[in-house]
């Protein structure tokens, strides 16, 4: 848990100078960027290239909420690594082998001073992601379906073709935001305390 919240910090410290790797996929081969950067993401976790291999150190959403300064008490519990096992049958000189492997979504995960953070494609379905600032984020195609947005700012932010199907969207900002075939349906927009 140490480990993770250390590479938390450092994971929320480095898009700041730079941006992460997209497309990355969970437990595949990797190597640094050309500008040094060993973060990545497949848009549901963050991941870091850590002795050659991409692992997953927290998912987008934990992210989001660190990287606007909220702290973060419980983790989604990690991936464990897929392994391989083999079995040989000596009578009959046959070798069978299986693999376990997972599959990533590939999405986009950047972020960039001046153009906010780029989560589009990313699920953020049934997360609690209130009061977040979003602002200038673009969440072009993103799924919010379900999720706890409450007091969050999207002013300014790109949210065409994004779904929010039945999300708490009570006082949440959306000053000038781009709202191009953006799902609305049964998205709640009370603004009382709850």
């Not at 060993?38 to 976790?45: C, S, Y």
């Not at 199907?165 to 781009?178: H, S």
Request: charged share 15%; aromatic share 6%; net charge negative.
């Amino acid at each position: 848990m140490i480990r993770r919240l250390v590479l938390g910090a450092l994971i929320a410290a480095v898009p700041l100078a730079s941006s992460c790797q997209v497309p990355v996929t969970m437990w595949e081969p990797c190597a640094p960027a050309e500008n040094g950067d060993i973060t990545g993401t497949d848009g549901t976790w963050v991941l870091v290239c850590q002795d050659g291999t991409w692992a997953p150190i927290m998912t987008a959403s934990e992210y989001v909420a660190i990287a606007n300064g909220q702290q973060v008490t419980e983790f989604t519990p990690l991936p464990t690594r897929p392994t391989t096992t083999t079995t040989s049958t000596t009578s009959t000189s046959t070798t069978s082998t299986s693999t376990t492997t997972t599959t990533a979504v590939a999405n986009k995960c950047a972020a960039e001073p001046a153009s906010g953070i780029d989560f589009s494609t990313c699920d953020f379905s049934g997360q609690d992601m209130s009061g977040l600032d979003l602002s200038y984020a673009n969440l072009a195609g993103a799924n919010f379906d379900g999720a706890n947005l409450r007091g969050t700012s999207l002013a300014h932010a790109n949210l065409t073709d994004a779904s929010f199907v039945g999300a708490d969207m009570g006082c949440v900002d959306l000053t000038e935001a781009i709202l191009v075939n953006t799902d609305l349906t049964d998205a709640s927009f009370v603004c009382e305390p709850v």
